[in-house]
């Protein structure tokens, strides 16, 4: 079965410092979007993005962040300057159509020191 | 916006049947998933409701009523390895679509 794939699985950064989440969905959906997991706590949407552009973004979608979708497969999350706060496992996700079920990458654990 | 509650934690007994249930108050409300989330691990789809009634799949029953608010996910015949925390979310369409809200998800342990 297609799934959608997550890398790296663990990403250790310092505070300030940029960090790329990367992804690849699965190859015939067209809605993409990144969750964020504090430990502990509830998965919380970020964005969405569709036809090449974000389609919503949540409060903590900050200018701190962007997403791409640079070629045909990958899809990217950047935080340009990590704060302590933004420690949490990100879930890359993928849906057919709009209301459709998402698929969940494994997630990449962020940590920042 | 959108809000939805579920119990923190339930317990039950192996080969029993649990039901876990979800409220919701959203605006713009087109229908509402259950997910499956081990520990550590990402959540995995296990039911979609957007018509009122019970939709069954196997051991897991998922029921949505919209006037109510409300839906439930029954488990049955539990094993051990159910023991996960169960996520309602809610999805929404026109300027929401595709945004799924998630509750805070009930951690189910199951024993022997």
């Known amino acids: 079965e297609p799934e959608v794939t997550q890398t790296p699985s663990h990403q250790v950064t310092q505070m300030g410092q940029e960090v790329i989440l990367r992804c690849v969905p699965i190859s015939n959906h067209l809605y993409f979007y990144w969750y964020r997991q504090i430990l502990g706590q509830k998965v919380e949407f970020l964005v969405s993005f569709y036809n090449n552009e974000i389609s919503e973004k949540s409060e903590i979608f900050d200018d701190q962040f962007s997403v791409e979708r640079p070629d045909g497969s990958n899809f990217t999350l950047k935080i340009r300057s990590t704060k302590l706060e933004d420690s949490a496992m990100y879930f890359c996700?993928?849906?057919?159509?709009?209301?459709?079920?998402?698929?969940f990458g494994n997630g990449t654990r962020l940590t920042v020191t | 916006g959108q809000n939805i509650d579920q119990p923190t934690e339930m317990t039950a007994t192996e080969g029993a049947i649990v039901q876990i249930n979800c409220t919701y108050q959203?605006?713009?409300?087109?229908?509402l998933f259950w997910y499956q989330q081990h520990a550590g691990e990402a959540p995995t789809f296990l039911s979609y409701n957007v018509l009122d009634g019970l939709e069954e799949k196997g051991r897991f029953s998922s029921f949505l009523s919209r006037s109510k608010g409300y839906s439930y996910l029954l488990l049955k015949e539990l094993q051990m390895k159910d023991s996960a925390s169960y996520l309602c979310?809610?999805?929404?369409?026109?300027?929401?679509?595709?945004?799924?809200?998630f509750g805070d998800g009930t951690t189910l342990t199951v024993k022997p």
């Open positions: 959203t605006s713009g409300f087109n229908g």
């Open positions: 979310a809610g999805d929404s369409y026109g300027t929401n679509a595709g945004k799924s809200t």
């Open positions: 996700a993928s849906s057919q159509s709009e209301n459709s079920p998402l698929h």
